[in-house]
């Protein structure tokens, strides 16, 4: 440590009186020092290695933009020459530096950054942007080089963004700690908001952010976490949730790990955005090689992003369209009220209030009313309504006409739909719209469907009156339902308790509820411990002779399935080793044909007339996933089933049932009685308590569970288990569809 | 007629020498007379009617417009004054205007079209504009003001395009006979090009018409149709696809009734995008109330595009995206490659790639060899190419990197992706994408995800040279998946004959098939003529006696289905009018419960163990709709079905079972035997040989139709018929699901 060495003059304007000190020792400031995250925005001074007077030295690039953008903190170039780098002085290195740096931002070749960071924990210095690449996007040599630096940087106690990363942006400070050729643009200027912006690629990342600037989204801090070889994306999140005036958070991300950190964000109410990207298989395999990370399937993407009640988009321009209604107040219901001066937008706003799942709001009769006296005949009075251009020419009419809108309780939320709008009749509208959506509180945005330049600066007007302005009806309905989405998601009780692990009965088994079922576990394995933790199965027995297969289909009831216990053989049905239906006189033959595939033969009862569903459990990258749907011999078919990660909620697996074609069939179908789905409810949950305790990477496939008419429970059929290998956790979620029907 | 007429100035600056006539009369102009419809766009002089000095005129607005953009034929104001209108000199009437007239633009009150037009008839002047309000758009009265005009105009021989219209642009002659307030934006350049441009909706037309010149999307012609009591958008369409220099023809519809027509367009070759508004429920009912028009079921229209190749988008920002890709050349395959400056496009991009149905381009072992001489280890010779910034900073290796990829043959069409593109980097892009594009023949279409002002010349200079820009990758590649549909469009065969009305069976009963089932037919009235036209019913007879009851059910083959007939009985199944597996023994009592329910007994052979199929045929405001699913008590519970208007090819119907999961069903599952697909596609195409040759207006429910292992046919065991009602016609789509399982 070299506190107070004289380093010559300062490219920071101000702050450049403390004396230098590691910013963790600099407590005495009168700026309390940020977090180590928070140093990616709000460094109160930043160190700068890897500069050069070279033409295209990546290095000079922040240094200038935090000159350009008016960043307030000293800002250290750090140079071995310690002479003028770029007209400026330099400091041969951190120790030598004489301000405080909460911040290095590392632009040197691969091979020279472990050395920075024995520099940065010398000094204390709690944060590094490693832009530099040639890390684990390169290879197996690049991946072990970044194995050391964060070995050595955790144990430091230095925090690592990156490597491979582009940098970060304190929007309000002007701290733009990035090289992106963005802040190069002439015409770019920084546009301060509440929403932060999390990418973890680079170029894809800084683009979008040109793009929010230009349409007037205002971000507050922005940040590239390029390979997360320490500083994960859903971190910085976290962190930004915590920053106060946070409304919003916009991320793109490759790969998703830490579910349950994402959750805690979502948790802190701060409404999340994420462009997933690797959708596809293509997209997945992209993905893969383009991080290194483990793309997870994308149904369990969408199910688990669901369920934690992240918005997930599928394209930039959806992601901005949402961050532009974050800031609105919340959609508490989901019926929208239109008002266009186009029947044609109305019904484009129409078809999409039905496409996002949102409701047409039907109008009191009082507002019908109220609108027969406005509206001209030409017009509708009805939900879409078209107010006609004759009353959009008069003020007061266009006033009443919102008025009448937003005062029926029935209405959550309103779209207004405009087409070619000029320049005299902006001031109006705003007017009109932001008087009503102040008034009302209910959210308010715009879709006009027209060129910009017919009327220039009717985006940023009504941008300042708080109403989002978007170019076609149907995306200011997908950003209502986004906003719809975020609102509920706040109502809702997050405090709801996830089922717990069961003891199930209480009569001395709960020891067994909990064991693990062994390697190689057969069906009758599983069924016993199921049974032991409550959940019905069929009663049966085995037979090891001929001569007792008749009386153990008559302790069965008088017709029973026989199935073959083979060690290894899982398509038991294929393999002819279930013989379903078998009466006493049939037993003996049953029995042989059974035996004859070299196990043990079990008989047990015959469960008919049900309805058959799957309930299941499968690992996934995000962690186990349970899976409920159609099950039978049409699993296969119509390969209809919904997945949740586990913890589940009895309402979880309620809402399971619903989105499957399974709430359809157990309703009954073509007069058939309803059948017992909260029994198959009780006994989902029941079964995510048990294996919520089993070590992870199993995969546990109930089918079919058949449901019987109410009153009647169900029973589990049959069962498979694979118990877990060493790549398990390698398996992508598409195993949580049933792959293996015994 | 008062040809000659001398009436002082003019309001147009050229060929205002000609003697006044008629447009059809002046048959000796140097310029040949446009057809009707040509003389929206093309019109040699126009006349404009309802102009006043009163401030708000609309019909000053015409007349500006036509001044503005640089229309050259003559303009007449005709008012019935005669003197000066906006300091022009008027004519009394179009009798005493002196040049010739193709198209007379009407901005009068309702109540004086009528006369107007007769003033039409008289001088033999072809068309009319109607812009005018107040017709079927206002209620009844109002509907039928505007069939008293269509009646007149078309006894005389004049075409009219509206009412309640916003007029027409012809844009290479300035020709804008509008009013649109687009017109008067102070920043507003007719933008020229190869696209038709066809709305029912007036404002949102314009509106969208705005943002195409905006993007710098070139129109040639710009109709707004509004209630189209005449000239109907599908006409308009078929008129510009014959303009030469035609590339394509987008569309804004809320109601679609002439389907043929639509298929006669895309016919001629020219691709056409249909933004078809109207799509949900609440959608379609804000349709019907917006223009008086049926809509039709959302299915069917979805189906009858998809049938005759228009490309069907979701919102205005998509129908733009596609115009800009009309002028590519044709994408022959799927295979897309993406070339990307970021990971975070390309895998964005391969996301869009598997959405929309395109496939993944699998280079060719020689393109990646000559890859991995030029991209380096951090960047991706695998699809998606990620060529890192260090080869886009070499011209010469990118220009390497485009070819090696454009000549793969695997390779059908390029995406090329870049995010913050500044100024210097674009010249450098725009030549090696233009090069490639123009020497191997192939589309190539960017995305670019910046900000404009980063490159504000790189959109136009990407367009002039052919390679269209969109924002997102997503984007881009739907376009090219757009272009693709128009490609394979081209390319199919569309000689494919229908399926004929067939006699099938030559053993004289011919005539039976074409017989139409009687009204109130029963189960057997429907299967015996189906048996008469080939196609294979069980066998079956009456029963009239419980003491014949065991015979039948010997006749069948030992077991049968005893179904009730009676009158009026559609669900016999839910009433117990039918027991299935009858056996000899139990044939007498089956009898009596069945004759109980008042009708007779029909007795039929047993058929078991074939997969079940719905084939069903239903009307629809396009027309008769097709059928084809998954059957039985899956039906209902899975909605799992296929639609095509009629006529259809074999083709058809292959395509039809692929794209449900009977497909699945059909193959066996769980190692049950494949069924006789082939036997169930001849059925249904020889139903709808039938079918097709029946009044309109029926319901036909063949459910199900069970298909038996290979080699064993089809039977169809129910079928229900509903005679055509006089609503039939009014239905919609929704009903070709059964609703009506027997």
Redesign the interface.
């Known amino acids: 440590m070299a506190d107070g060495v004289s380093a010559g003059g300062s490219t920071g304007p101000e702050g450049s009186h403390g004396s230098r000190g590691s910013a963790r020792s600099a407590g005495a400031g009168l700026v309390p020092p940020p977090s180590d995250i928070q140093a990616l925005w709000a460094a109160r001074g930043v160190a700068v290695i890897g500069v050069s007077d070279r033409a295209g030295s990546l290095g000079q690039l922040p240094v200038r933009f935090l000159e350009r953008y008016g960043y307030r903190g000293p800002v250290s170039i750090i140079h071995p020459s310690g002479g003028q780098v770029m007209g400026r002085p330099s400091h041969r290195s951190l120790a030598v530096a004489p301000w405080p740096i909460d911040l290095v931002v590392v632009l040197v070749g691969s091979d020279r950054v472990e050395a920075v960071i024995d520099d940065c924990i010398a000094e204390g210095i709690g944060t590094a942007i490693i832009c530099s690449?040639?890390f684990a996007?390169?290879?197996d040599a690049g991946a072990a080089l970044q194995e050391r630096l964060v070995a050595k940087a955790r144990a430091g106690g230095v925090r690592l963004l990156g490597p491979?990363c582009i940098g970060t942006v304190g929007v309000a400070a002007g701290q733009v700690t990035s090289f992106?050729?963005?802040f190069?643009?002439?015409?770019?200027e920084l546009v301060p908001g509440p929403i932060g912006f999390v990418?973890?690629?680079?170029?894809?990342?800084?683009?979008?952010v040109?793009?929010a600037?230009?349409r007037g989204l205002g971000l507050g801090w922005v940040v590239n976490t390029g390979n997360e070889a320490d500083i994960s994306a859903v971190e910085v999140m976290a962190a930004m949730a915590d920053e106060p005036g946070c409304r919003g958070i916009l991320a793109?991300a490759?790969s998703l790990g830490d579910i349950a950190g994402l959750r805690a964000v979502v948790d802190r109410g701060v409404p999340v955005a994420l462009?997933k990207?690797?959708?596809?298989?293509?997209?997945a395999?992209?993905?893969a090689?383009?991080?290194g990370a483990l793309a997870a399937g994308d149904r369990v993407v969408d199910a688990a992003l669901r369920q934690i009640g992240v918005v997930r988009v599928?394209?930039?321009?959806e992601l901005l369209d949402v961050g532009d209604v974050m800031t609105c107040p919340p959609l508490a219901g989901g019926r929208i009220a239109i008002v266009t001066?186009?029947?044609?937008?109305?019904?484009?706003a129409?078809?999409a209030?039905?496409?996002h799942g949102l409701t047409?709001a039907a109008l009191a009769a009082e507002t019908t009313v109220a609108l027969d006296e406005i509206v001209p005949?030409?017009g509708?009075t009805?939900n879409?309504v078209?107010v006609t251009a004759s009353v959009m020419s008069n003020g007061a009419l266009f006033d009443r006409t919102l008025d009448a809108i937003a005062d029926d309780p029935g209405v959550d939320g309103i779209v207004a739909c405009f087409?070619?709008l000029?320049g005299k009749d902006v001031d109006d509208v705003v007017n009109s719209l932001s008087r009503v959506a102040e008034r009302s509180g209910k959210p308010v945005v715009v879709a006009r469907?027209?060129?910009?330049?017919?009327a220039p600066a009717a985006n940023s007007q009504m941008r300042a009156a708080g109403i989002p302005c978007y170019?076609?009806p149907?995306?200011a309905v997908r950003a209502l339902a986004a906003l719809h989405s975020f609102s509920r998601e706040h109502a809702s009780s997050r405090s709801e308790a996830p089922v717990p692990v069961e003891g199930a009965v209480s009569d001395g088994r709960e020891r067994m509820s909990h064991q693990t079922p062994p390697h190689g576990a057969s069906e009758q394995d599983v069924k016993d411990l199921l049974a032991a933790a409550g959940i019905p199965v069929p009663t049966g027995r085995f037979v090891d002779r001929a001569d007792d297969a008749a009386q153990a289909v008559e302790e069965c009831g008088g017709a029973a399935v026989f199935k073959a216990v083979v060690p290894g053989l899982v398509h038991k049905?294929?393999a002819g080793g279930v013989v379903v239906g078998v009466t006493p006189d049939r037993a003996a033959a049953a029995y042989e044909q059974v035996a004859g595939l070299g196990g043990r033969v079990w008989a047990e009862e015959l469960v008919g007339g049900g309805v058959e569903a799957l309930v299941g459990c499968a690992p996934s990258p995000l962690g186990p996933v349970l899976t409920v749907g159609v099950g039978g011999?049409?699993t296969?078919?119509?390969n209809?089933v919904a997945l949740r990660l586990l913890p589940v909620t009895a309402a979880d697996v309620e809402q399971m049932v619903d989105e499957t074609?399974l709430s359809?069939?157990l309703a009954g179908?073509?007069?058939a009685a309803p059948a017992d789905r909260a029994a198959l409810v009780e006994t989902v949950c029941r079964l995510a308590g048990i294996v919520g305790s089993w070590p992870s990477g199993f995969e546990l496939d109930l089918n079919p569970v058949t449901v019987l008419p109410q009153g009647h429970g169900v029973r589990v059929l049959d069962a498979a288990y694979i118990a877990p290998t060493s790549d398990a956790l390698e398996r992508t979620g598409a195993h949580a569809d049933p792959e293996h029907?015994a």
């Open positions: 690449s040639g996007e390169t290879g491979n992106s050729p963005l190069s643009g002439e015409r770019t990418s973890q690629s680079g170029a894809l990342g800084y683009g979008a040109s793009l600037f230009e793109y490759e462009l990207a690797g959708r596809s298989d293509a997209g395999r992209a993905a090689s383009h991080t599928d394209d930039v321009d001066t186009s029947g044609g937008s109305g019904i484009l129409a078809d209030v039905e496409r047409l005949a030409f509708s009805a879409p078209d087409c070619v000029t469907t027209g060129a910009d330049h017919l170019q076609t149907a995306r049905s294929d011999v049409l296969e078919v119509f209809d074609r359809t069939l179908v073509r007069g029907p």
